[in-house]
Structure formats: C-alpha cells, structure tokens
C-alpha cells in the first residue's frame, strides 16, 4: 500500500505525524477498552469523496440536491443497524456517543427533568450528567450504585427507591467502566412502575451484543439505546441511536439530532458505518466477539491468581478494572506510566467510592477489544497479564522493564495491525 501519497507531497508535518501514529499502533498493545482497529475497507469509506456532500436531512427528504448516493449508503447504514440490533428504528447520524446522548436527552425529556443514571464512580459516563458537562446544567441527575462493590451487582432495590422518589423520565443503564453484565428486565419492570423511559448506553458493548455475545436490551423491552459506533462495533468514530418500535419516539429522535443539535451529517462516516455494520453482520465478527470474552476471562484469571482486587469481582465482558493501588501499592497514574514504559496502553481510573483522586486514582482499567481484532487469543491474552503484573512490580527496575519491552514487541510482531477482515 502506498502510504499517504499526497500528504507526503505536500504536508510533511502532518506526514511525520500519521507514519508516528502508525509506528505507535503497531509497536505496543492496545488494552484501552474503548479503542480498536477498523479495517482497511472502513478507513477507505472514511477517505471517501462522501466527505465532500452536505446532505442535511434523511434519506429521501433532504435540504440540497444531488443525493443519489448518500441516500444509498445511508439506507445501507440503517438497515444493517435494524438488523444488527432487532430495533424498528436507527439514527446513524449522530457524531459520537456523547452527541447521541444529547440528542437523546432532548427528544426525550424537557429541560429540568430527571435521569435516574449510574453513579459515576461506579462506571456511569461523563455523558450521564457529569457536573462538568453542559447537559447536568439543563436535566436533573440522580443516580443509583452497586450493591456490592465486589460482586458487581447494581443495587436493584435502591434503584427501585430512587425512582419512586425521584420520577425520572429515563431510567438509564449503560457505562463505560463497568465489568458485569445488566439485568436489564429489572430496570424495565422498574421504569414502568414510574413510567419512565428505558435507555441503555451500550457505547462500550454495541459490538458485543450485535454479535450476540451479549444479552440485548431490547430484548427485555428497553425503549431507546444510544451507542458508539468505534469501540467493540469496531466502525468509524462516531455515534447511533437506536429506538425498538415507537415510531414516535423515532420521529422526535430524528428532528432532535437535525435540525435540533446537528448540522450536516457526515457522509463519509456514515458510508464507513454501512461498512462495518456489513463486517458485523459476518459470522467472522461473531468469533471475534466471542474471542473478546474468553481474552478478558483469561486476563482475569491471572489477576485473581496473583490475588489482585478485580472491581465486581471479574468481568461478563470486553474490560476489567482492578484495585492495584489496594492489591500493589502503586497508584492508577504510576501504572499507566509504567506500562506505557514497557508498550502497553491503557488508562487509570477510579474505582467505586473512589479514596484517592479523579487525577490520581487507585485502579486501571483494560480490556480486550483491540488485541482480539489483531489476532489474538486466549494464550496471548494471559501472557499479556502475566506481563502487567510483572511490569507493576518493576517499577523501579529498568532491566526487567527492558526484557518485558522485548517481549511485548515479539507479541506486536506476530500480530500486525491493521488487520484486514476479509
Ligand atoms: C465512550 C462513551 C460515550 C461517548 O462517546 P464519544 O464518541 O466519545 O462521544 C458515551 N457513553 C458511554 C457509556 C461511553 O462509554
């Protein structure tokens, strides 16, 4: 493949900045639980022409002429996410998962309503109501908590509490730091006692559940699901809403991403989500998905047998968070570094009723979506545990940090990226 042709003609910086990126993607392991590698065939809809057209509008009903062709791939888009998901309607235009969140709040609620949402120490989102963010100054957001930090389990009844107190219009499940799997039926029985809405937030287990691997809200009755389309989906960055039958609620979605929060869609996105939605649809992305649980399963293993605080006690899915401050003494922020040091990518964060700071927390959280894409499998994913581990104990020893390096690289050098899915 020739690389970057024209930008390298005409745009060094930019240049050394894209074959740096590169280098970094292949020489390190990826254990961000938020990230993946698209396919070669995703980033081509991405570098597409389609970034040229303004198509404001849905298919059949736009704003400016000469649609033939974004009508084409963004009814691809939507059936194949109607498919994927079992839902009557899908929104493929919003442009991440927190713009789908937005636009989600606003079609479903007036300003000074209530969300009753995940605490955000226990997994919740930035985008459930964060005090930092512009949404928690517009709606009202109450949360519920695990029961058990070390099981996992949500705290059913004081959910239950919550709503009857509050009234939310949405009862919200759906986290990004959150390693056990929902009873969703509950949160449905729950949301009709008050009357709320139903949304799940599967940002990080679209892929997942697409794939079946996953339970589906859906399937117990959830109303509304907004996600991302880049992590375990594995798509072009950006963002869905997903509605399972109210054609109401639909029509309300879709005035609320344009004209209500959105401008133009990007069509070159959306053309890549076709793609991907197709490489979902593949029984090869139902392996992939598979092999995602047994990696993480097989990272868990390792930790429980060197006795380190897993939150929730292990994982149902693609991430775990452990407690390696508790477990090892050494902070969220010293471990990233670390591992970083030895090519290996992931992120600190805080763990439930978390004691130290958002800066400086006590935990990390990986997970197993990138390193299956590339390839691998459960042998590799212990191995890769057995290395962090050893990593966290060698914080200050550059000697074992070089060797662990080495094999880290070895690991990278079997495994290439980008895979190709076909
Ligand atoms: C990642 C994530 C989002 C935000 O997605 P962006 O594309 O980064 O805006 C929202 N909700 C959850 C649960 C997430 O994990």
Request: aromatic share 8%; charged share 25%.
């Amino acid at each position: 493949m020739e690389h970057y042709k024209y930008i390298k003609a005409q745009d060094s910086e930019v240049y050394d900045a894209l074959i740096g990126e590169e280098e970094r993607e292949r020489t390190g392991i990826e254990l961000i639980p938020s990230e993946n590698y698209v396919s070669l065939a995703v980033r081509e809809a991405e570098g597409s022409v389609l970034t040229n057209k303004y198509a404001e509008g849905y298919p059949g009903r736009r704003y400016y002429g000469g649609q033939q062709y974004t009508d084409v791939v963004e009814t691809l888009a939507i059936e194949r996410a109607k498919q994927l998901f079992n839902c009557a309607y899908a929104n493929v235009q919003p442009l991440g998962g927190a713009a789908a969140n937005v636009a989600m709040y606003f079609a479903l609620m007036e300003p000074g309503d209530t969300v009753l949402g995940m605490d955000l120490s226990h997994g919740g989102h930035l985008t459930h109501g964060h005090p930092t963010t512009s949404i928690n100054k517009v709606f009202n957001f109450v949360r519920y908590k695990m029961k058990d930090v070390d099981t996992g389990e949500i705290d059913y009844e004081h959910l239950r509490q919550m709503a009857l107190k509050h009234k939310p219009k949405i009862i919200l499940a759906g986290f990004s730091a959150y390693s056990r799997e929902l009873d969703y039926a509950k949160f449905v029985a729950i949301a009709k006692e008050v009357g709320a809405y139903t949304v799940a937030d599967v940002a990080h287990i679209a892929g997942l559940i697409a794939a079946g691997a996953l339970r589906n809200p859906f399937d117990d009755g959830f109303d509304v699901m907004t996600t991302t389309t880049h992590k375990t989906l594995r798509g072009p960055r950006g963002g869905m809403i997903l509605v399972r039958e109210s054609e109401d609620l639909a029509k309300r979605i879709n005035k609320t991403v344009f004209p209500g929060v959105q401008g133009g869609p990007h069509m070159h996105i959306i053309a890549a989500k076709a793609v991907a939605f197709g490489e979902a649809l593949h029984p090869r992305f139902k392996i992939y998905a598979v092999q995602v649980l047994k990696n993480a399963k097989a990272m868990e293993q390792v930790f429980k047998a060197h006795n380190i605080r897993l939150l929730g006690g292990g994982t149902d899915n693609h991430l775990l968070l452990a407690d390696v401050y508790g477990s090892l003494g050494i902070t969220g922020a010293e471990a990233e570094a670390v591992l970083d040091e030895v090519g290996i990518t992931l992120n600190k964060n805080m763990i439930a009723d978390e004691p130290r700071t958002a800066l400086d927390p006590s935990g990390i959280r990986f997970g197993t979506p990138a390193m299956t894409t590339r390839g691998m499998g459960e042998g590799e994913a212990a191995a890769l545990a057995e290395l962090m581990i050893r990593t966290l104990n060698a914080k200050d020893d550059p000697v074992e940090k070089a060797k662990i390096k080495a094999q880290v690289q070895q690991l990278c050098e079997q495994f290439p990226v980008p895979p190709a899915f076909v």
